[in-house]
């Protein structure tokens, strides 16, 4: 079956756009979490979706930062006014219920100059 | 809080050797899950094997294998008779478990740059 897919796969933005980033998990998987990977902070927790809870916000980084999940589905991450530090590939990973490994997108390698 | 630490920054082998990959975790949960996945040049995380904190069993997959010592908060990683294509960075993790049986997101460690020779 299909995995976990981001669209856009690169996108350079300038200091101060705004940006989307989009995660497609994998069909009927109720949980959903994005990160970012970045050469001086490793692998960073972002936010976490799990069904119709509200979502685990605590990873995110400043204000700037949000996300959203329509329909159970399809999520967005949005960044506000970026900045250079938000360089990064932004990664999205999705889980069954039951299941406790997570299986993660391609990514989203976000440059920002 | 948790913690993963994956000391070996990069490790660098001769096809054929063996080689172990070291994880050591911090955690004040009882019940915990560990993660290794493997993250190829592509770039793409591959997860490779889950371990619950009640299963201390070792396992064995084809030509990797899992040493569990709850004791150290250890789980290292050794592949036997490395391949070129094992080049990848390693990444460890730890999830705890929420009450209602759901996981919480990864916490990774800093990976560890694998390079194997030919």
């Known amino acids: 079956g299909a995995g976990v897919s981001q669209s856009p796969s690169n996108k350079v933005t300038e200091k101060g756009k705004d940006v989307e980033l989009r995660c497609d998990p994998i069909s009927g998987h109720t949980a959903l979490y994005w990160y970012r990977q970045s050469l001086g902070q490793g692998l960073e927790f972002l936010i976490y979706?799990?069904?119709?809870?509200?979502?685990?916000k605590s990873g995110l980084p400043s204000d700037r930062f949000s996300a959203e999940r329509t329909g159970g589905s399809v999520s967005t991450l949005t960044i506000q006014r970026t900045q250079q530090e938000d360089s990064a590939v932004y990664l999205c990973a999705s889980r069954t219920t039951g299941t406790w490994e997570q299986f993660f997108g391609p990514g989203t390698r976000l440059t920002v100059l | 809080a948790q913690k993963v630490t994956q000391a070996q920054t990069e490790i660098s082998v001769v096809e054929k050797e063996d080689v172990t990959l070291d994880c050591v975790y911090e955690?004040?949960?009882?019940?915990?899950?560990l993660f290794w996945y493997k993250q190829p040049p592509s770039g793409e995380l591959v997860f490779l094997i889950r371990?619950?904190?009640?299963?201390?069993q070792n396992e064995i997959s084809g030509r990797y294998s899992w040493n569990f010592q709850k004791s150290t908060s250890s789980f290292n990683f050794t592949i036997t008779a490395s391949q070129v294509v094992d080049s990848a960075v390693y990444f460890c993790a730890l999830s705890e478990v929420i009450s209602s049986g759901s996981a919480r997101q990864l916490t990774f460690g800093s990976g560890t740059q694998l390079t194997v020779l030919p």
């Open positions: 371990r619950n904190s009640f299963d201390e």
């Open positions: 955690t004040r949960d009882t019940t915990y899950y």
């Open positions: 979706f799990q069904g119709n809870s509200a979502p685990d």
